[in-house]
């Protein structure tokens, strides 16, 4: 190394320095631990099976917020939506709450950004309709591999229900496990005598799965989410289930000097410490958001801007009449 080059050489140093200062920490946590605190100016306005909370790791440091919604439940349901914007198939989150009504809205699955209109990377199914396919195959360095990856479905008794799926022509089949595939290596095709047809009314494929059967089980390599960015540490969403069928929705902020984001194990242990036993990653990134009666709960991407996406989990509170009293019941 010349003069010259020594004479750089701090400069260098200090930039180097700074650059991964910026960066979050890359750091691998087998625990999350969170400060969870309910949103008592939320709660109060919403009703008594909806929940609200926020969340603190300042060490991480972590911002995250979760909503706990009473599923089946005679006066609120949850519905998988696609955006009626016809001119992109797209629209922010808090519009799909302000347009439909909804209590509660929180981003759903991959799309493909570049292409206008919106195209769905997975399935998408609402009220019975198949609007997209599920992943059929995915591509990695010349080799081809058979995709069943993870989605959340909705019967029509409003169960919540979680599966690996795949879709030949207009039929839904769910998996009890997802092809073993791993880097180089396809795994054998799928045998369709394993599968079953999936009853749901309402369904959205992301993934991968997190949590299955109240274990940590997060298939990226089966899914084929080896040589994406997916596993990086990112801001997230995710969707869940208790033993007793309450669905959790969950959102991480990221990319900030605030909160870090998680990878998808951390993500998955914060799922299972809510009480999940059935959870699964939805998109993340700059699509996470979540809103509660017409409030963006979240800092998307560090700022108040929220990404248009293609589909949500939208969930509506709709009271039961209150029959009017007879004369002689006064």
């Excluded at 190394?1 to 400069?11: E, R």
């Excluded at 008794?157 to 290596?185: C, I, M, N, Y």
């Amino acid at each position: 190394m010349g003069i010259s080059q020594w004479k750089l050489w701090p400069a260098m140093l200090l930039l180097l320095v700074g650059f991964n200062a910026c960066r979050p920490d890359q750091t691998r946590y087998a625990e999350v631990p969170m400060v969870w605190t309910p949103i008592d100016s939320l709660n109060a306005n919403l009703p008594e099976g909806i929940r609200v909370y926020a969340g603190l790791n300042d060490t991480l440091p972590l911002r995250a917020w979760y909503v706990t919604i009473d599923e089946p439940h005679p006066e609120i349901y949850t519905r998988v939506v696609i955006s009626d914007d016809m001119s992109d198939r797209r629209e922010t989150v808090t519009s799909f709450a302000r347009d439909l009504g909804a209590t509660v809205a929180i981003n759903g699955g991959y799309f493909v950004m570049g292409h206008t209109p919106a195209l769905h990377a997975g399935l998408l199914m609402s009220s019975d309709t198949m609007m997209a396919p599920a992943t059929r195959s995915v591509l990695r360095d010349s080799l081809r591999y058979e995709a069943a990856r993870a989605a959340i479905g909705f019967t029509s008794e409003d169960e919540v229900a979680f599966a690996w799926v795949t879709t030949r022509r207009d039929t839904l089949f769910q998996w009890p496990a997802p092809p073993s595939h791993r880097p180089g290596k396809p795994a054998k095709p799928l045998d369709y005598r394993k599968a079953q047809i999936w009853p749901v009314r309402d369904a959205l494929s992301a993934g991968p799965m997190l949590l299955r059967k109240g274990k940590i089980r997060v298939t990226a390599d089966d899914e084929v989410f080896f040589g994406s960015s997916i596993p990086d540490i990112h801001p997230r969403t995710a969707a869940g289930r208790t033993k007793s069928g309450t669905l959790i929705l969950l959102v991480v902020d990221g990319r900030q000097s605030a909160s870090r984001g998680v990878n998808l194990q951390e993500l998955a242990v914060m799922m299972r410490d809510l009480g999940a036993v059935d959870a699964l990653n939805l998109d993340g990134g700059g699509s996470s958001a979540l809103v509660v009666n017409n409030v963006l709960l979240n800092r998307p991407t560090g700022g108040m801007v929220q990404r248009e996406v293609m589909s949500a989990l939208v969930t509506f509170y709709r009271p039961a009449t209150t029959p009017p009293m007879m004369e002689d019941e006064e």
